[in-house]
Nanobody, 128 residues
Framework: QVQLAQSGGGSVQAGGSLTLSCVYS????????LAWFRQVPGKEREGIAS???????RIQPSVKGRFTISQDTAKNTLHLEMNSLDPEDTATYYC??????????????????????WGQGTQVTVSS
C-alpha cells in the first residue's frame, strides 16, 4: 500500500517562497509517476507538476518558471519548491502517486484520474 505524508505549507506574502515535501512509502513498482496537485474550493483538482520514474519532469504552464518539482530517491521524498508566489496560488496542495502505469499526463493535461494515491493535503495561503 502506497502512503504519502506531506509537510510544509503555511502562509506567505506575495513574492515569497515555500517548499512542500512528501515522504512516500510502499512504492514497490519500477514504473511510476509522482505529482503535485492543488485545489481551491468549488474547483477541480489541478495538476501542476509531475516527475516520471526516469527523472523526467513536467511543469504545467500556470506555474512554469516559478515552481520546481524534485525527488530525493535516497529519502523517498518528493519536493515542490514554489517561488514568486501570488495570491492566486492560494490552495490546498496534494502530492500523488500512480499505480504503476508510469503515465504522468494526458496530452497537455494532468488529470487527477491518472493518480490513485494521495497525500493528506496542506494549505498554502498567499497574501497580497
Amino acid at each position: 500500500q502506497v502512503q504519502l505524508a506531506q509537510s510544509g505549507g503555511g502562509s506567505v506574502q506575495a513574492g515569497g517562497s515555500l517548499t512542500l515535501s512528501c515522504v512516500y512509502s510502499g512504492l514497490t513498482y519500477s514504473k511510476y509517476c509522482l505529482a503535485w496537485f492543488r485545489q481551491v474550493p468549488g474547483k477541480e483538482r489541478e495538476g501542476i507538476a509531475s516527475i516520471h520514474y526516469t527523472g523526467s519532469t513536467r511543469i504545467q504552464p500556470s506555474v512554469k518558471g516559478r515552481f520546481t518539482i524534485s525527488q530525493d530517491t535516497a529519502k523517498n521524498t518528493l519536493h515542490l519548491e514554489m517561488n514568486s508566489l501570488d495570491p492566486e496560488d492560494t490552495a490546498t496542495y496534494y502530492c500523488a502517486a500512480d499505480r504503476g502505469a508510469g503515465v504522468c499526463y494526458a496530452g497537455p493535461r494532468m488529470p487527477s484520474t491518472l493518480y490513485h494515491y494521495w497525500g493528506q493535503g496542506t494549505q498554502v495561503t498567499v497574501s497580497s
